[in-house]
Structure formats: structure tokens, C-alpha cells
């Protein structure tokens, strides 16, 4: 079965960083983009990052110059790298992939589980 698990996640003070980790676990299949969302307590949720097969990045602007998202493909896996952190990136931050079995022509969208990142003032 086919699913992506975060990890990375945690409590941390202002200034500081964190590194989240998203794979996607199964094999035979096929990986297009990757994004990192997050979503805050009665907000929608909102785009961070994304990386495109190859290697093509965009950011949101709140995140430009603290954030970087990367992707080790061999892996099947996304970081996040966020440095930099203020109070207001405190959010759950869920993992997104589009992806198909090889065998198969159909994209599908996978979304992790999400992992909580809390920054302190």
C-alpha cells in the first residue's frame, strides 16, 4: 500500500529550525510533484512548497529565504528545511504527492498524515 509518513515535527523557539521529512513508502510506482501545505488552527490550509520531478521549486512568499524544499528521489522523499522560525508558522504540516502506479496511466493524490510544528516566543 502506498502512503507518504512525515516525520520532523516538534516544538521549537523562535529562531530556531526544524527539518521535515515526508517518504513515500510501496514500491513501483511513479512520483511527480511533491508540495508541503500546513493548515493552523481555523485557517484553510495553504501551500508552502513544492518541488517538481525535476527539481524545480516554488515558494509561498511567507516562507521565501527561510524555507528550502528538496527532494532525494532514490529515496522517494521531501525535506523541509525551515529556518528562521516565527510563532506564526506554528501549524500542522501535511506532505502531498502526485503519483501512479508504473503499470498505470491514472495520477492519484496522496497527503500524508501531518506532523505538528510549534514555535515558541
Known amino acids: 500500500q502506498v502512503q507518504l509518513v512525515e516525520s520532523g515535527g516538534g516544538l521549537v523557539q523562535a529562531g530556531g529550525s526544524l527539518r521535515l521529512s515526508c517518504v513515500m513508502s510501496?514500491?513501483?510506482?511513479?512520483?511527480?510533484?511533491m508540495t508541503w501545505y500546513r493548515q493552523a488552527p481555523g485557517n484553510e490550509r495553504q501551500l508552502v512548497a513544492g518541488i517538481t520531478s525535476g527539481g524545480s521549486t516554488n515558494y509561498a512568499d511567507y516562507v521565501k529565504g527561510r524555507f528550502t524544499i528538496s527532494r532525494d528521489s532514490a529515496k522517494n522523499t521531501v525535506y523541509l528545511q525551515m529556518n528562521s522560525l516565527k510563532p506564526e508558522d506554528t501549524a500542522v504540516y501535511y506532505c502531498?504527492?502526485?503519483?501512479?502506479?508504473?503499470?498505470?496511466?491514472?495520477?492519484?493524490?496522496?497527503w500524508g498524515q501531518g506532523t505538528q510544528v510549534t514555535v515558541s516566543s
Open positions: 510501496g514500491s513501483g510506482f511513479s512520483i511527480d510533484d
Open positions: 502531498y504527492a502526485r503519483a501512479r502506479r508504473v503499470s498505470s496511466r491514472l495520477w492519484l493524490n496522496y
